[in-house]
């Protein structure tokens, strides 16, 4: 059974996002096992790149400052062979076209997978795009996760249909970041995603407090988190993994 599989057995997923070498390498590594430590069943680690569309601006300004401190795609392979040797969590990446594309799609499925990469998230690859990539990453079992968002719409079924690992509903319209309130009707977009998926799904963008994430969680096999993390990072730096830790425990207690 494939890691990915695994994490959504017990109950419902928590998914925190982490941006790789922000506050800096070390501290990112400390922070991805202080979330594990404390219920994470899956973690995304966010590759840096200089335009990362997708995101608003807690994740932009975390980009620019790993770049800034010199975090290269090699730097985030050996931070993750270095987690391999500790967890059997699964892990994703989550970064750009771009980024994968200047590195060579084959030669980073082949790292990723030494590394013990699990799965790869690109949100700017539309989905009649992503066989360049799908692909290459099928031939070297890596799920290319798909994104389903409320604009898929008559794609919705198609997409799930071809999904692997599990398929990441964006519940919100725009970038990431925190959100006081998800006004998008999730039990029909999460329904007709269930509907015609033969993988879990899990629902991110805007959630931010337990609350949000235990309404969320009777939609979706789990939950996604990303700003909100990074915020607390920022807030912390060096310190974060403490803080990271107890409020993964907090969002894992919340969806149980």
């Known amino acids: 059974m494939s890691r990915i599989k695994k994490a959504f057995e017990n109950g419902k997923a928590f998914i925190p996002f982490i941006t790789a070498g922000y506050p800096d390498v070390e501290t990112s590594e400390k922070n991805i096992l202080s979330a594990i430590e404390n219920g994470a069943d899956l973690v995304e680690i966010g590759i840096p790149f200089s335009d990362p569309t997708a995101e608003g601006p807690v994740i932009q300004t975390a980009n620019v400052e790993a770049l800034k401190n010199g975090i290269t795609t090699d730097k985030v392979f050996e931070m993750v062979k270095r987690l391999r040797k500790v967890t059997e969590v699964p892990l994703v990446f989550m970064t750009y076209a771009n980024v994968v594309f200047s590195y060579g799609i084959e030669r980073f499925c082949t790292c990723a997978k030494e590394a013990g990469v699990d799965g790869v998230i690109l949100p700017d690859v539309p989905f009649e795009e992503k066989e360049e990539f799908s692909e ?27 999904a692997n690992g599990f398929i990441y509903i964006v519940s919100s319209l725009g970038v990431t970041g925190v959100r006081s309130k998800i006004t998008t009707d999730i039990p029909t977009l999460s329904g007709h995603v269930k509907s015609a998926a033969k993988v879990p799904c899990a629902i991110g963008f805007g959630i931010s407090t337990p609350e949000q994430a235990k309404e969320m969680a009777k939609y979706a096999d789990g939950v996604i988190v990303g700003s909100a993390i990074i915020r607390i990072i920022g807030k912390y730096g060096k310190d974060a993994p403490k ?9 894992k207690d919340a969806i149980r």
């Open 136 to 162: 290459i990453m099928k031939k070297f079992d890596i799920d290319m996760i798909s994104l389903i968002a409320p604009t898929s719409e008559n794609r919705i079924s198609m997409i799930a249909a071809e």
């Open 243 to 251: 803080y990271v830790g107890e409020y993964v425990k907090s969002m």
